[in-house]
């Protein structure tokens, strides 16, 4: 999988932006994914201080964790979630959704939970923060609003190796309604008798970029592992605990 490094795409040299935009086509045409660079410009603080509080978060007694549990917007449990949308997976899970929407026009129907199902299903609920770790709310909306960003700028890079007419904004333009996600996985110990069920199923999102990115307790740092079988599909099980983030937009 080629590793890029994007961060000469908005500087000042035009032969460097070009080859950021020429690396990135020639990945997503030959291989379908890329790993980035210093994280994408994204520091390291910023990564470890979310990872940190998602951690820590996991570790709490499974009764306070319950507290903030729900299928849309905060926490769900190993075997938590079995629905239309997705099956029940070996995983533990907390997610959040946007973090700005006390700074957008509430007038507009595409917000309001009372004018649609689909705004209902998207805005209906507020995201739910526990109390401990301290600092979890700060640490989760600091680092989705760096993942955003990091979002608009791929999504940009995206447009002008498409030559999109709109420009390089073509896609970010048509995007600044998203309804993104953050989402931290916790995969528990492996037993012998979990082996036929999915530890976390395949990812088919086809409308938005999705950035994953895994940390094993010892340190070790990569994209999330799978391996397809005609039983069970796109599977992760060899991993004994990490932690998966994605936004997409």
Known sequence: MPTIDISA?????????????DAVR?????VGFFLLADRGGVPEDLV?????????FFERPLEEKMRVASLRKGYIPVDGCDNA?????L????????VDLDAIDVSDPYYDPSASAQAELYFGEDNRWPDAP???RHAWETYYVAMESLTRRLLRIFARALDAKGGDDFFVDRCRRHVSNLVALRYPPLHPD???APRS?????????????????????????????PATGSTCRRRQTHCWSTSGT
């Open 201 to 229: 199923g395949s990812n088919r999102t086809r409308t938005r970029p999705t950035s994953p990115s895994w940390r094993s307790n010892t340190g070790q740092a990569g994209c999330r592992c799978s391996r397809t079988e």
């Open 48 to 56: 470890a201080g979310a990872l940190g509080a998602s951690r820590g």
């Open 134 to 136: 301290g600092g979890f």
């Open 85 to 89: 949308v997705r099956p029940t997976s």
């Open 9 to 21: 795409f908005d500087g000042d040299d035009p032969a460097a932006s070009a080859r950021v935009v």
């Open 91 to 98: 995983h533990e899970k907390f997610s959040c959704s946007r």
């Open 26 to 30: 020639a990945a997503c045409e030959t």
């Open 194 to 196: 979990d082996d036929a």
